[in-house]
């Protein structure tokens, strides 16, 4: 074994590093002004930190792969000792006497690393040293581990027993509609508003107007209104009253379009079916509320429908609706938009409403019937909240680490 | 099978979507990155017709004189303007389009917002009458919220703050968790009756 060390002479001092990865001792020494240097005297020394220890490495849990955990206990001088840790460097390498990578840095305090760049199936060997910003600690070595991606996230073993007994619930209630068991949903005002409001604008010979939210067709919401829409559309088909829906997303545009044509082709009345009516105003929120204010204010609806996803402009949009006299029905899953529609509108579907409107309007008993098992999901939810809480309040706290997702 | 297609496309499409929050591994992981992108894709074609049913709209009014038709002849010149704009300068910090933006665009948009400054005076206005129990439990509270959240609440009793926190942060609170538990159900159960095919509206279902 060969020790090469390292010379480094400024001004009247020589400092001398264990080369090449400049650790070990350093020895300051002292240069005699006269040049009669008898015996060298050290001045300063300093060591580099101690090592972190236990340099653990797992396969990251539940990731598609590609992906490995360092774990190490901190150096003795990181928090401690000489407090001179500034950082710890982890290397990598396929051999353990093979050339180390550097993969990151981290700060001092820090007792774990994700290397997410590791090739599934390939060992890696890992090593973790502390630096002081000169010094190198010795490297702490891991054993070998290789990445690879799991076929079922262990963290959502709840989530997957909610959802296989939450279906199993709707499966259940539908298979007993099917069987034509009457099921007693309760009455939801908002909803047996809707014919009595159709109606009206009919008896007035005021148009519909239907506001589907301004979010695209990837929201539940947005899906859930189309749904209603398809339901308001043949009522008004029926009524033969013209229904605007102005939109604010061209596929949700499209969509409605699609709707509304097969409502009025549902209802017998193809003929009276104008696309014209269900137009694209525009992506801009504020944009599409003076869009819609303009054309309430011009047709002046004897009925406006707001069913979607609604922000900022729900009020402006339900004040003008209210400013025309129409009667106003109002359906949103996002709370914080429910007090303005509460405050302006005749009729509000509170969150869940919104996605039990199709079911309820429709009276058919397999829509029924996962609405009943949609209430029956919130029984039991509602009998974990309270037993969760006087568990926890037993000091039972383990079934807060069972109920949440990983 | 017109009917079909749509039914099968989206069981399999659901089920999938379902299927990979609880499988990590690929090709699952991958795959709502992938639906984002063909969304957009979609998006973007469907944003023609869009722009088409604008145009087709309008133009219509304008050639047939209908009530209100500058209107559109304003809404045209507009989208011709700023289309030509961004598609012969470019959109950059200092084009001719950004300075419309900035200078036109976002002035109306902040405009129409502050109207709802008024609006929810007049809303409130009606909410607030105490006319029955509800109402009047509404407006003590939204009195109590409302002197906690101002200076002069504040200044009056130092625990009008504290009091309008409370409010919000656990009755206001507690009803908004419930609203919330509601919708993930009600989410739960949509999505099943839309990927089992019991709900068929948007395909003319009985």
């Known amino acids: 074994m060969f020790l090469i060390f390292c010379l480094v002479i400024t001004g009247n001092q020589i400092e001398v590093y264990n080369a090449p990865h400049n650790d070990g001792l350093i020895i300051t020494v002292a240069l005699q002004s006269d040049a009669t240097i008898e015996s060298p005297k050290i001045l300063t020394s300093s060591a580099p930190p101690a090592s972190p220890a236990n340099v653990e490495v797992v396969d990251r849990p539940n990731d598609a792969g590609g992906s490995i955990i360092i774990t190490w206990t901190k150096s003795a001088d990181d928090g ?23 993969m990151g840095t981290m700060d001092k305090g820090a007792e774990q690393f994700v290397d997410g760049t590791t090739e599934d199936g390939t060992h890696y060997f890992y090593k973790v040293q502390a630096f002081d910003g000169t010094l190198y600690s010795e490297p702490a070595m891991s054993e070998a581990v290789a990445s690879s991606g799991q076929w079922f996230h262990t963290g959502r073993i709840n989530m997957l027993i909610a959802t296989l007994v939450l279906s199993s619930l709707v499966l259940w209630f539908i298979r007993k509609a099917k069987r034509g068991e009457e099921l007693y949903i309760r009455p939801i005002s908002g909803l047996e508003a809707v014919e009595d409001a159709v109606g009206r604008a009919t008896e007035m010979g005021k148009p519909i107007m239907y506001i589907p939210g301004i979010l695209d067709m990837d929201n539940i919401q947005t899906i859930a209104s189309m749904i209603i829409l398809g339901r308001v ?31 009025y082709l549902d209802a017998g009345r193809p003929d009276t079916y104008d696309a014209d009516k269900i137009r694209y105003l525009t992506d801009d929120q504020f944009g599409y509320a003076a869009g819609v204010d303009g054309l309430m204010i011009r047709e002046k609806p004897g009925a406006i429908f707001y069913m979607g996803a609604f922000y900022a402009e729900s009020l402006i949009l339900a004040e003008t609706g209210h400013s025309v006299g129409a009667i106003q029905i109002a359906g949103t899953a996002h709370p914080h938009q429910l007090p303005f529609f509460v405050t302006a509108c005749d009729y509000t579907l509170i969150g869940e409403e919104l996605f039990a409107a199709s079911a309820y309007l429709s009276k058919e008993p397999l829509l029924l019937g996962s609405l009943k098992g949609q209430d029956w999901g919130k029984a039991i939810f509602i009998a974990l909240l309270i037993g969760g809480v006087i568990l926890v309040s037993l000091g039972f706290t383990k079934i807060i680490t069972w109920l949440t997702t990983g | 099978m017109k009917k079909q297609a749509p039914l099968i496309i989206t069981f399999i499409a659901g089920s999938v979507m379902i299927l990979q929050y609880f499988i990590p591994h690929r090709p699952f992981s991958d795959i709502q990155q992938i639906f984002n992108t063909w969304f957009l894709i979609i998006t973007v074609f469907a944003m023609i017709l869009g722009i088409g049913n604008l145009i087709k709209i309008h133009s219509e009014r304008v050639q047939r004189q209908r009530s209100g038709w500058w209107y559109s002849v304003v809404l045209m010149m507009g989208f011709i303007v ?38 929810v005076a007049s809303a409130s206005y009606r909410a607030f009458r105490a006319r029955t129990p509800d109402a009047t439990l509404l407006l003590v509270s939204a009195i109590l919220v409302m002197l906690g959240r101002v200076p002069l609440g504040n200044y009056i009793w130092d625990k009008f703050p504290l009091v309008g926190d409370w409010i919000m942060g656990y009755p206001n609170m507690a009803g908004q968790r419930a609203i919330m538990i509601g919708i993930a159900f009600g989410v739960v159960s949509t999505s099943l009756r839309i990927i089992l095919g019991i709900e068929r509206t948007y395909l003319s279902g009985k």
Request: aromatic share 16%; with cysteine; glycine share 8%.
């Open chain 1, 80 to 102: 401690g000792g000489r407090e001179s840790v500034k950082q710890y460097l982890i290397s990598r390498s396929t051999s353990i006497d093979g050339e180390f990578e550097l």
């Open chain 1, 233 to 263: 559309a043949r009522k008004a088909a029926e009524y033969e009253t013209s229904i605007l829906v102005p939109t604010c997303r061209s596929i949700v545009m499209s969509a409605a379009q699609e709707t509304v044509k097969e409502a």
């Open chain 2, 82 to 119: 700023m289309f030509v704009a961004g598609i012969g300068w470019g959109i950059e910090r200092g084009s001719f389009f950004y300075y419309l933006y900035w200078n036109m665009h976002i002035p109306m948009s902040s405009t129409m917002f502050a109207l709802l400054a008024f609006f």
